[in-house]
């Protein structure tokens, strides 16, 4: 049964970072595709924005424009986790952000339909 627990987030303010992190289990291959995601108040669930994407075998990544320079994610294969780092924070980046996942894949996805299993999802908030 896969699994996706996230940890990490809270408040900080503009410009100060944060990171989240995303402990996977069940998985026993590593053609994933791990994305993170995140829903601003106030937007549906249909709404998401993909920010971060890591193709697990390759190790391949891809960012949004809105935070491309300031966010890293990356992977610990020893430990099955994911993190994504997130530098110079601003008000706009607060949001509830999710990590997800899709087992079985050749490539970087970035839609999130495309994701089978999701984490619980962590508040990050930045004051201004």
């Known amino acids: 049964q896969v699994q996706l627990v996230q940890s990490g987030g809270g408040s900080v303010q503009a410009g100060g970072s944060l990171r989240l992190s995303c402990a996977l289990s069940g998985i026993t291959t590593d053609s994933v595709c791990v994305g993170w995601f995140r829903q601003t108040p106030g937007k549906e669930r249909e709404e998401r924005e993909g920010?971060?994407?890591?193709?697990?075998?390759?190790?391949?990544?891809d960012y949004a424009d809105s935070v491309r320079d300031r966010f890293i994610v990356s992977q610990d294969n020893a430990k099955n986790m994911v993190y994504l780092q997130m530098d110079s924070l601003k008000p706009e980046d607060t949001a509830m952000y999710y990590c997800a996942a899709v087992v079985g894949v050749r490539w970087l996805l970035r839609s999130q339909y495309e994701f089978d299993y999701w984490g619980q999802g962590t508040q990050v908030t930045v004051s201004s």
């Open positions: 920010v971060a994407f890591i193709y697990i075998a390759r190790g391949t990544t």
